[in-house]
């Protein structure tokens, strides 16, 4: 069992380390030479942490090598240890010999684990499923309860008319996650409470407190709890470097500093900002996922020039406030479900190839066998170049746009 050859496999390294040492000692205090005077090497050991190495002189037992415990002998102490040359690399080598053993004993035990990495812990594969699956650890959360106040339960319509029928175009990828069990009762076992978020920052010229680091199930960053000097409360995007207790504000004249609020016009050059506006007034809506940051290039008389997470560099208007610092949980896209149900769970369906549905349903779909899709470029269901840029060159915001997002091919 796993159980069992664990623990061997931890005496046995104990074992060998410990024959090693003594191996290693006993090669180093043999006698040099046969006409050295008569004496034996023992190993007195004083109490089961403490061991005393002592040459100790006794008639007529030359050449043996014993292990004494117990208080040190009273008898004549010869002269300082003489290990030569050779005990000393055999003592070497059995030391790295029983190090290496101890290292490939790990490593089977460990056999298909991957690396660990800072906030994710693996799963113990219990079955291909959970093989590689890896999930966060919540080390940076603080409180397990929420504050309820901010909080309100969100029907999740993902997709969906507001007519109440449901298109087919819809149903195919988005789902809510409360699944029915067949009986008209509906399954809530993964209902989720959406937390209010204060993404423009308008409690302005107030310090507040951060008091707790919290999850939020519809995001994959953390928040944090933010209590100002009026005692009102408020939920925050949780950046690196937050902690509990941390002094932050909103103000004009804040300074630049992680957690706190301002202008673009306010920001140093080359500073990494999130939460930006894309409108004054109308609250953050740039780089809010999970280490997100832009950074800031240029200022002009109403104009700040930065540049994106995807790469993309354009133009916001010095009026829009944005936030100081990078969005924390940097290794949230390292996260790996391990099986479909997760995702299920999460409220997005199994998706199909085009190939394998009907010729009704998909431009790929349809013929015998593995057919090809019967086109010169790959479609989406509605019959349009997957490669085609969907943005429309005649938006006013175009212009603002100095440099477009790269693709991956590109980069």
Sequence with gaps: MPGGGGGGGGGGVAATLSLGALLAISLA???????????????????????????????????????????????????????????????????????????VTRQAWAKGAPQSTSGIRYRTPLGNHLRNASIATFEECTERRRYEPLVFKFGRRYARAKGGHIQMAARRSRCSGHHSTGL????????????????????????????????D?????????????????????????????????????????????????????????????MQPGKGGALQRAAGAAATVLSKDYETVTVKLQSTEVRLLKKDCWCTIGRVGRTEANMIDKGKAGKRY?????????????????????????????????PMNPFGQCIFKRTRNPKKKSSK???????????L
């Excluded at 603002?400 to 590109?410: F, P, W």
């Design 29 to 103: 205090l043999w006698p040099r030479h046969a006409g050295q005077q008569p004496g034996g090497a023992f190993l007195v050991a004083t109490s089961p942490g403490r061991d005393v190495i002592q040459q100790v002189q006794r008639p007529g037992v030359a050449g043996r090598v014993g292990l004494v415990f117990g208080s040190p002998p009273t008898k004549d102490v010869s002269s300082p240890l003489q290990p030569s040359p050779l005990a000393f690399f055999m003592a070497i080598a059995g030391a790295a010999a029983a190090l290496s053993r101890a290292r």
């Design 345 to 377: 769970q999460l409220g997005w369906r199994p998706r199909v190839h085009g190939k394998a549905k009907n010729a009704c349903d998909h431009p790929h779909g349809g013929g015998e066998g593995h057919s090809p899709i019967g086109h010169n470029y």
């Design 184 to 215: 008209g009762l509906s399954f809530t076992r993964h209902a989720r409470r959406y937390r209010v978020i204060d993404f423009g920052r308008t409690k302005r010229g107030i310090f507040g407190t951060i008091e707790t680091i919290e999850y």
């Design 400 to 410: 603002m746009i100095l440099i477009r997002t790269k693709r991956k091919s590109e």
């Design 217 to 277: 199930p519809f995001r994959n960053a953390r928040i944090c709890l933010v209590k100002y000097e009026d005692g009102e409360k408020r939920y925050i995007l949780h950046g690196l470097g937050y902690f509990v207790g941390q002094q932050v504000i909103s103000d004009e004249q804040a300074p630049v500093f992680v957690g706190n609020a301002m202008p673009l016009s306010a920001v140093t050059i080359g500073t990494q900002v999130h939460n930006i506006e």
